[in-house]
């Protein structure tokens, strides 16, 4: 029988973490939680005298027979399938989800005896991605300590945890540069609140101004250049393709020559998997940029150049997670493209934590590719944050399809045809191997077009579509493809 004044809490996992997490509860007297047991695939018994009442296949039937109404998921070294598992498993019983964090969340601290103060809701970061453990974080320290680092784009969502995780690793100084003002503001009263004694400047700039990038790289001499700069919402850019290639193209080509210039060490170029077969503007620059960067990695011996390539970021800006938070906290309905869209995704300290990883052991010319883990159906995503929100799917709160939206894919990919990819020693990173084949006179020849054209006409949006299909020839707009 349920005692009014307490909650039910059954706890997922019967480990070290579930043993510390109910020993904490069970000695607080001013505790509100009664546990009734524990849920665990691996092990039976008990544990601090609370019985282990079946698998997590079992949970359902576990929390309607003991009036269970949070669970707490203690397996920091588990999450996505697990979690989602879970939740799945107890859609419509309008619980409290909470979790113990991944490690990597309180990446300066340390998890002590005193695991409960970290416990949390559990968010949709917790619904994908997995773990990275704070012990593969020492070789991006002992490697950082002396580079001067330049970050383009350095507000905005992989900018903004580059910048982070670059300031925990004590990098010898930090150029952070972007041209959004408020971000810009925000990132800095918080890395110098963290970080009082951070060797850092703060540049409001545009990666288009190429005076600009020059005096900031002449003056400072970066050692490293993370070019995170990217205009990346897809059907803005199918509307202002002009804008696009100026931003994510011709900036790449700008801020990469001005590197070899002043004999930069490293380029490494945030990719994205639209990038693969595009077929929109946004993906098509993104790939023109990895070609105009394997150009330059050929032709040089000054600067190592990199990209790294990977799928959607968690609530990165503009994603479609916070679009559907929002919509399930108004009522719904909450809208999804295609009943069979997919997505892979991974959380961003993960994304931005390989990118660190292929800094260290990026040679000239690769092109890295990360390991995005296991695709999934939006819909089955959008499903799972209505019952987080305590709704239940499809009666309290309706999934709406609104049909494919110009220039957007049922599925992302990671690869060209031709590619294929070998390991490394990070075991989510992979190279590819058989990339950029392609005439690269005839690529140049076309960009000085392209540059030249935008310059004369930037309203004319057929050109530059018809000459990234030229200089492309993956690119195929989402009406031609069959």
């Known amino acids: 029988m349920k005692n009014k004044d307490s909650i039910r809490l059954v706890i997922v996992g019967a480990g070290k973490a579930g043993e510390l997490l109910s020993a904490e509860i069970l000695n607080d007297k001013e505790s509100t939680y009664e546990i009734v047991g524990f849920v665990d695939d691996s092990v039976s018994g008990s544990i601090n005298e609370l019985n282990i009442l079946g698998k997590i296949s079992d949970l ?34 309008k619980l409290v989800y909470k979790v113990l964090p991944r490690l990597l969340e309180v990446l300066i601290q340390d998890f002590n005896e005193h695991y409960l103060k970290f416990v949390r809701l559990v968010t949709p970061e917790d619904l994908l991605g997995g773990e990275i453990l704070k ?92 070019h995170a700069a990217a205009y990346k919402h897809v059907p803005l850019m199918e509307n202002n393709p002009s804008e696009a290639i100026k931003n994510n193209l011709i900036g790449t080509k700008t801020l990469a020559e001005i590197a070899i210039k002043y004999k930069v060490e490293k380029f490494i170029l945030v990719s994205t998997d639209k990038a693969v077969n595009p077929t929109n503007i946004m993906g098509a620059t993104k790939r023109a940029a990895e070609m105009m960067i394997h150009i330059l990695a050929s032709s040089q011996s000054t600067t190592i150049f990199c990209a790294v ?39 961003i300290p993960e994304a931005v934590h390989l990118i660190l990883q292929t800094w260290v052991m990026g040679k000239n010319n690769d092109l890295f590719v990360l390991d995005m883990g296991e695709s999934i159906k939006i819909i089955d995503l959008v499903r799972l944050l209505i019952v987080l929100d305590g709704y239940v799917p499809d009666e309290e709160v309706k999934i709406k399809i609104t049909g494919l939206r110009p220039g957007e894919k049922l599925y992302e990919e990671v690869l060209v045809k031709e590619e ?63």
């Open 60 to 93: 359902r039937s576990v929390v309607v027979s003991n009036e269970v109404e949070e669970i707490l998921i203690a397996i920091p070294s588990e999450r996505g399938r697990v979690t989602r598992d879970i939740v799945k498993k107890t859609a419509g019983l």
């Open 135 to 226: 012990s593969d974080q020492k070789e991006i320290t002992d490697f950082s300590n002396n580079q001067t680092v330049l970050i383009t784009g350095a507000a905005g969502s992989i900018g903004s945890e580059l910048s982070r995780q670059i300031a925990a690793h004590r990098a010898k100084k930090i150029i952070f540069y972007d041209w959004w003002e408020n971000g810009m503001f925000d990132l800095q009263n918080q890395l110098l609140e963290l970080y009082p004694e951070l060797d850092c400047e703060f540049i409001i700039g545009d990666v288009k101004d190429g005076r600009k990038l020059d005096h900031v790289i002449e003056t400072y001499q970066p050692t490293t250049i993370f």
């Open 309 to 347: 390539r990977f799928g959607n970021v968690i609530n990165s800006n503009g994603s479609a997670i916070p679009t559907f938070k929002k919509q399930i906290i108004q009522g719904g309905p909450v809208t999804v493209t295609h009943k069979d869209v997919t997505r892979f995704f991974m959380t």
């Open 420 to 482: 294929e990819v070998r390991a490394t020693s990070v075991k989510k990173i992979f190279r590819t191997t058989n990339y950029m084949n392609f005439d690269k006179l005839a690529y140049l020849s076309n960009l000085n077009l392209l540059i030249e054209s935008i310059k004369a006409d930037s309203l004319n949006t057929e050109y530059p579509r018809n000459m990234l299909k030229e200089m492309v020839s993956t690119y195929k707009p989402s009406k031609e493809r069959k």
